[in-house]
């Protein structure tokens, strides 16, 4: 089994950043694809961003290419998500989750998922 606990997040106005951290721990001798996905209120969760072990491999949200970057420290076994030009439209409850198989192509299975963070941007 394995555990996310994540932190960071808060309030931004328009245009700052904020990094989002999680860390992972229980049985992490696993190399897992690892992603972050975010729910706004009254909307469906979405995927946000993905990175494979390596970090050779990444994949975004289309409206958020350019802005974020997801990124690991695998001697820390955390996650990162910078988060850069952020809008309004960014603001969501955002989880981390991670592929304990390591998938990269093909269907995916996030079977661990952290406890969530909040994430506010104002105008």
């Known amino acids: 089994q394995v555990q996310l606990v994540q932190s960071g997040g808060g309030l931004v106005q328009a245009g700052g950043s904020l990094r989002l951290s999680c860390a992972a721990s229980g049985r992490t001798s696993s190399r897992p694809v690892m992603g972050w996905f975010r729910q706004a209120p009254g909307k469906e969760r979405e995927f946000v961003a993905g990175i494979t072990w390596s970090g050779g491999n990444t994949d975004y949200l289309d409206s958020v290419k350019g802005r974020f970057t997801i990124a690991r420290d695998n001697a820390k076994n955390t996650v990162l998500l910078q988060m850069n030009t952020l809008k309004p439209e960014d603001t969501a409850l955002y989880y981390c989750?991670?592929?304990?198989?390591?998938?990269?192509?093909?269907?995916?299975?996030?079977?661990?998922w952290g406890q969530g963070t909040q994430v506010t941007v104002s105008s």
């Open positions: 989750a991670a592929e304990v198989l390591g998938k990269w192509i093909g269907e995916q299975n996030w079977r661990y």
